[in-house]
C-alpha cells in the first residue's frame, strides 16, 4: 500500500542520515549543487572497491574524491565539463563490466592498472599524472564497449574514436 511505501521511504531516508562519511563534501555537478545526494559518485571506483572488498570510505576513495573536489574541479577550462561526463557515462560502464563473465577481474584490473596508481601519484601531488590515469582508464572502457563521449571531450583527450552510446 501506498502508506507501506512511504514507510519504507522514510526509513531509508533515516538510515542514508544516520550514515557517516569521512569525506563527506556533497556537490551535484549536474545541477551545481549536491545538497541531497550522497557523495558515492565515483561509481567506477566504487565497484572496484566493492569488487576488491573495501568499503565506501576506503582511503583510495577519500582521496579521489578530494582530488576530484579540490583539483579537477577547480580546473576552469574542463573540470566540471570532464566530472558531468564521468557521471554520465560511468553508470553505463559499470553495466557493461557487471555483464562481463568476470566483473571480478575486470575491476581487479582497474584497481591495479588504473586507480592505485593515480591515488599514488595524488599522493606524490602529481595532480596532471593522476588526473590522466583516469583519462587512460576511461578512454580503454569507452573504446572496450563502444560507449560515446560528448563530442568536445572526445576531441580533447581522444577518449574514443568510435561508439554506438550517446545521450
Not at 579540490?70 to 557493461?96: F, H, S
Amino acid at each position: 500500500s501506498d502508506q507501506q511505501y512511504q514507510k519504507v521511504c522514510e526509513q531509508l531516508k533515516q538510515t542514508k542520515a544516520k550514515k557517516q562519511k569521512t569525506y563527506s563534501e556533497k556537490i551535484d555537478y549536474s545541477r551545481g549543487n549536491y545538497a541531497d545526494q550522497s557523495s558515492d559518485f565515483c561509481f567506477i571506483t566504487t565497484a572496484a572497491c566493492f569488487a576488491l572488498n573495501q568499503t565506501k570510505d576506503c582511503k583510495e576513495l577519500n582521496l579521489l574524491r578530494k582530488f576530484r573536489d579540490t583539483y579537477i574541479l577547480q580546473d576552469k577550462k574542463d573540470g566540471e565539463l570532464l566530472i558531468k561526463e564521468y557521471y554520465r557515462i560511468a553508470p553505463i560502464l559499470i553495466t557493461y563490466i557487471d555483464c562481463e563473465w568476470n566483473p571480478f577481474a575486470v575491476y581487479t584490473e582497474l584497481w591495479v592498472d588504473y586507480i592505485l596508481p593515480s591515488c599514488q601519484e595524488i599522493q606524490l601531488k602529481n595532480f596532471e599524472t593522476a588526473k590522466q590515469y583516469y583519462i587512460d582508464m576511461v578512454r580503454m572502457l569507452c573504446k572496450k564497449y563502444s560507449v560515446a563521449v560528448k563530442e568536445e571531450i572526445q576531441e580533447r583527450y581522444q577518449i574514443i574514436e568510435m561508439g554506438n552510446q550517446t545521450e
